[in-house]
């Protein structure tokens, strides 16, 4: 077969997700997480924005309603990546996921990033995370990204706030 590269400009547009409760999730990803809706498509879906965009985040119960949570050892999707635009960003949703009391089930310094782990209600895996400068990234000894698994310091991460949050 012959090599391609995919074009260094694509991004990923956005994930659609069945769900099984339609108004359970939006009060998740709208009312917690603050997604704006762009539009319904009829009473079985809506898409979900930040800022304008014609949907980050579909959600959709067209085979799903009703359904029960995908077992954790199955294949399918491990999380959702979203991308806070800077770390006092993150600090501000974590102080807000702490103040609602949502269970938060992990946290990483990446090196690369630091993220927030959780899931939905539906139990699709969540991170919320910021990308560290490029010139910040780790580097291994032949030039190439150094990524791991450390403890994200949440301490230091809820300082950006304006005041301390409680843990």
Not at 67 to 90: C, M, N, Q, V
Not at 120 to 144: F, T
């Amino acid at each position: 077969m012959e090599s391609y590269s995919i074009p260094s400009q694509t991004r990923i547009g956005h994930v659609q997700l069945k769900v099984s409760d339609l108004k359970r999730a939006l009060e998740f990803y709208q009312g917690l997480l603050g997604f704006e809706i762009t539009t319904f498509y009829g009473d079985q879906a809506v898409f979900l924005s930040a800022g304008g965009y014609h949907h980050h985040i579909g959600l959709n119960t067209w085979y799903s309603k009703n359904g029960a949570k995908p077992h954790k050892d199955s294949t399918g999707l491990f999380h959702t990546a979203i991308l806070y635009p800077t770390r006092k960003e993150l600090a501000l949703i974590l102080k807000r996921l702490n103040e609602q009391g949502y269970p938060i089930t992990g946290t990483a310094d990446h090196g690369v990033s630091e993220a927030i782990y959780l899931d939905d209600p539906d139990g699709n895996g969540v991170e919320l995370y910021w990308d560290r400068p490029v010139d910040k990234w780790p580097k291994k000894e032949d030039g190439s990204i150094e990524m791991y698994t450390k403890s994200l310091d949440v301490i230091g991460l809820l300082k950006e706030t304006s005041g301390l949050s409680t843990i």
